[in-house]
């Protein structure tokens, strides 16, 4: 058996696109046990329903954990070359963010060194939210930049980056990572 490789994916893609079934099928491709890190919160019945459809879509394969703020941690925790790890959504992590209170940026710079050292394969999950209207409020817009920033820096540091658009998945980066 080959050795595995460190691995990093980015899904982008609108509300309903199919980003999160699609990150999942890439997560099963690439671990018979992966680990399911799942941000949002159930802050209302909406809410609830989305992620209660969310865990009853994933079969008893998965590991589940729940972390809206100190992702970091876990990536640090289970940063294994053998671990599939798949982190559902970035977005929801900065809306916990922006209503903590917390610094954002340095928020960011700490995650950034997390994703970079992470040995196994982790697959990011994210809303692209920059592609609508301008916002008209001062906290949309400001959470429209710090999602827009963190794509940025995430895709760089990616192998791969997907944009699913009605449910098809468009390569928007894929590095060989076969040297890796």
């Not at 099963?28 to 609830?48: F, H």
């Amino acid at each position: 058996m080959s050795q595995p490789y460190k691995h990093s994916i980015l899904v982008l893609g609108g509300a309903r696109s199919g980003k999160s079934a699609y990150a999942e099928d890439l997560a099963l491709t690439l671990s018979e046990k992966p680990i399911y890190l799942a941000t949002g919160r159930a802050w209302d019945d909406e809410m609830v329903a989305r992620i209660s459809k969310h865990k009853d879509r994933r079969s008893h394969q998965w590991i589940s954990i729940e972390e809206p703020i100190e992702v970091f941690r876990t990536l640090k925790d289970h940063s294994d070359t053998n671990t599939t790890l798949l982190l559902d959504c970035l977005t929801l992590w900065v809306t916990n963010l922006m209503l903590e209170e917390r610094d954002v940026e340095q928020e960011f710079q700490v995650f950034e060194a997390a994703v970079r050292a992470f040995k196994g394969n982790l697959i990011l999950v994210s809303n692209e939210v920059g592609m609508g209207i301008v916002p008209e409020n001062k906290m949309a817009r400001e959470f429209r930049d710090y999602v827009g920033d963190l794509h940025k820096r995430i895709a760089d540091i990616a192998n791969e980056v997907y944009l699913v658009v009605a449910g098809i998945p468009v390569t928007v980066k894929n590095i060989n990572t076969s040297s890796l």
